[in-house]
């Protein structure tokens, strides 16, 4: 790869005045643009655009139309702040804010029920992360008394190994949180209730992907710790392969590109588990384009289709009535599918053959973890295009007689189309731009001229042969198959079960029983209302003793 022409770009540094002073500790309020963050801004800023213009055809019948195109700029000026950032505190008022603008974007429709309980998942759920996330912040003021990342980078080394673990794994459950990864993902196919454009913008291309730019952002500090590193690898591994086995028996159109994104996610945390941050950050940027396309593509079925349904089990034969929703969303699956030639295969297969060439024990087994993730992928992706498109018509013929392409909505998808198919092509240009920026290794090099050819084209083959399966099971030989792994898969592993029952009432009951004894109780009795009435109470004392002696 030709790196050497980037070789001379500096970073630039803008300190835009104090923010505070306490001791030896300064906090400024400094941007950074270097390489990652230039990088990163350009998918961001590409995709916001598109889904900007379509929001606008997309809304267009809806009387907070011009309020929720606000929220979206709003939006992503914060996520420009948390991207830009030159230090940790900084980046963490845009990852707050990104948070709770999702929470009113995914609720905008406020008069729906599943729409609010939906934001109110999302929100606590990010809470938990950001709570991870303001640990780490204090420990790095006690210990760096810094929080910039020059100070931090430079300082890491010094620092005793226990110290430098805890603060990396208070970032990836941070992470964990944001983009969605298995423990702290729930919120993310609860989020699909709000508008189409709000999951093209925040769940493919910004909101999910702070998550792992924060843990590239931290490569030093998890270089540092190796066992989380593995840690991360590990994690990665079980959740790309577990929302890809949830994917294959949903129905919900939006949810199925969730549980895509997901996994996606899950494939860049396992670049950076082996420490190829530069793949991830090239896995993130090319992905960004063809998710926000699926979303596009999927949200102009439901804006065409009367009863407004997600069910993929109530569409069939659209292919006649979208012809051009189905190219885009055929252009953006075959993408995700990492077919040759196409953006997401430039960027996947190569995070995947990375695992094996890392030549590691971790390395070895999640390769094949990845590979039946990547073969998961194909067989939602088929089955999503085959019960939307060419499956026999499922609902009646009133609906079909108004089923219509937007044009409005064809613009912004058309320019995408073009990304998912040629951005992939400038992996040199892209990985270039940050390569000095980030640690070494020889994974790349090792994995491009040392890997058997069978190892390479696994994942296609498996993912190609099974998706003719597929279609051959639902064209000639279909059975719904109701086994207890069809029902344990179909309500998501009973995970949001587990969740409530587990720990979400027993912590609603232990803070209703704090604020019945503790809040209302005991510092009433010792805090300011307790204080103030006992002060009163010896004064009124005093005074009636007073008129007693001289009465």
């Not at 590409?46 to 309020?67: E, G, Q, W």
């Not at 110290?163 to 969605?180: D, G, Y």
């Not at 189309?417 to 992939?424: A, D, E, L, N, V």
């Not at 000095?436 to 390479?456: D, G, M």
Request: one cysteine or more; proline letters at 2%; a neutral charge.
């Amino acid at each position: 790869m030709n790196f050497l022409k980037y070789n001379h770009e500096e970073s630039i540094w803008i300190d835009l005045g104090n923010w505070l002073n306490i001791g030896d500790i300064n906090i400024s309020y400094d941007l950074s643009l270097d390489e990652l963050s230039m990088t990163v801004l350009v998918p961001v800023f590409i995709v916001t655009l598109c889904v900007l213009l379509y929001a606008i055809f997309y809304m267009s019948h809806d009387p907070k139309r011009n309020l929720f195109l606000i929220l979206l700029s709003i939006f992503v000026i914060f996520m420009t702040i948390l991207i830009v950032a030159g230090n940790y505190l900084l980046l963490f008022v845009g990852w707050e804010y990104v948070g709770v603008i999702s929470y009113i974007l995914i609720s905008f429709w406020s008069t729906r029920i599943a729409g609010m309980k939906s934001a109110l998942s999302a929100i606590l759920m990010n809470r938990m992360g950001d709570t991870f996330f303001v640990i780490a912040l204090g420990l790095m003021l006690i210990n760096y008394r810094a929080l910039d990342f020059e100070t931090i980078n430079l300082l890491t080394k010094q620092f005793d190994i226990s110290l430098i673990n805890i603060i990396s794994i208070l970032l990836v459950l941070a992470a964990t949180a944001k983009s969605a990864q298995l423990g702290l993902h729930a919120w993310l196919l609860l989020s699909m209730e709000g508008p189409t454009p709000v999951s093209a913008l925040l769940h493919a291309a910004t909101m999910v992907c702070a998550g792992v730019y924060v843990l590239v952002r931290s490569n030093i500090i998890l270089e540092y710790s190796p066992s989380i590193l593995i840690f991360i690898c590990w994690l990665g591994g079980f959740t790309t392969l577990i929302s890809g086995l949830i994917a294959i028996v949903t129905n919900d159109i939006k949810r199925i590109i969730a549980l895509s994104t997901m996994s996606q996610l899950s494939i860049m945390l396992l670049a950076i588990g082996i420490s190829n941050y530069d793949l991830a950050i090239y896995h993130l940027y090319c992905h960004a384009f063809f998710k926000a396309l699926l979303f596009m593509g999927s949200g102009s079925i439901i804006h065409s289709v009367l009863s407004e349904t997600q069910d993929i089990r109530k569409y069939g034969g659209l292919i006649n009535y979208l012809p051009f929703s189905y190219i885009a969303i055929l252009t953006a699956s075959l993408s995700l599918m990492a077919i040759p030639g196409l953006t997401g295969y430039y960027s996947k297969d190569i995070i995947i053959e990375s695992l094996y060439g890392s030549y590691s024990y971790s390395g070895y087994m999640l390769y094949y973890f990845a590979v039946g993730s990547a073969t998961l992928t194909s067989i939602y992706s088929i089955r999503v295009l085959y019960l939307t498109f060419l499956n026999q018509p499922k609902s009646n013929k009133y609906i079909y007689n108004y089923v219509h392409e937007n044009y409005g909505l064809l613009i912004p998808m058309i320019v995408l189309i073009f990304y998912s198919i040629f951005i992939g092509y400038q992996r040199d240009n892209v990985i270039g731009h940050y390569g000095f920026n980030l640690p070494n290794n020889n994974y790349i090099i090792e994995t491009e001229f040392t890997l058997p050819w069978y190892i390479k084209l696994f994942p296609l083959i498996a993912g190609l042969t099974l998706s003719i399966i597929l279609v051959y099971y639902y064209e000639f030989n279909y059975k719904l198959t109701n086994s207890k792994i069809y029902n344990y898969l179909s309500n998501r592993i009973y995970y949001d079960q587990l969740l409530n029952n587990v720990l979400i009432r027993p912590v609603l009951v232990l803070a209703g029983n704090m604020n019945i004894f503790i809040d209302q109780g005991l510092l009433k009795v010792l805090g300011s209302t307790g204080i103030s009435r006992s002060i009163t109470f010896i004064n009124l004392t005093f005074i009636s003793s007073i008129i007693y002696l001289f009465i």
